[in-house]
C-alpha cells in the first residue's frame, strides 16, 4: 500500500529545540494522528463493544466489526469536518 509510518520527531542530543523542518514535520505526523484518534474515538464512544480490551480468540472477528461499526457511522454519523482558519 505504500504507506510510510512516521513518529513525531524528537531532540538531537544537546540540542534545545527543534529545527525548523524537525517541527514541520512532527506537526504533519501530529495532524495526522489526531484524525486517526479522533475516528478511533468515536468508534468506542459510539460501540460498546469496542471499548473493551480483546484476546486473540475474539480478534478473529474484530476487523469485521470494526468495518461495520465504520460503515454505520458513515452513514448515519456526522462527518468530521475541517475548521476554517480565521
Known amino acids: 500500500m505504500n504507506y510510510r509510518a ?3 520527531m524528537t531532540k538531537n542530543a544537546g540540542a534545545t529545540q527543534l529545527t ?7 506537526r504533519r505526523v501530529t495532524l495526522c ?11 468506542k464512544n459510539r460501540f460498546r463493544q469496542l471499548r473493551s480490551t480483546f484476546n486473540n480468540r475474539a480478534a478473529s472477528h474484530l476487523f469485521d466489526e470494526v468495518k461495520i461499526a465504520g460503515a454505520l457511522l458513515n452513514a448515519f454519523g456526522k462527518p468530521l469536518t475541517d475548521h476554517p482558519l480565521v
Not at 20 to 26: E, M
Open 6 to 8: 512516521l513518529m513525531p
Open 20 to 26: 525548523t523542518q524537525q517541527a514541520n514535520q512532527s
Open 33 to 43: 494522528k489526531w484524525v486517526v484518534e479522533t475516528v478511533n474515538g468515536r468508534l
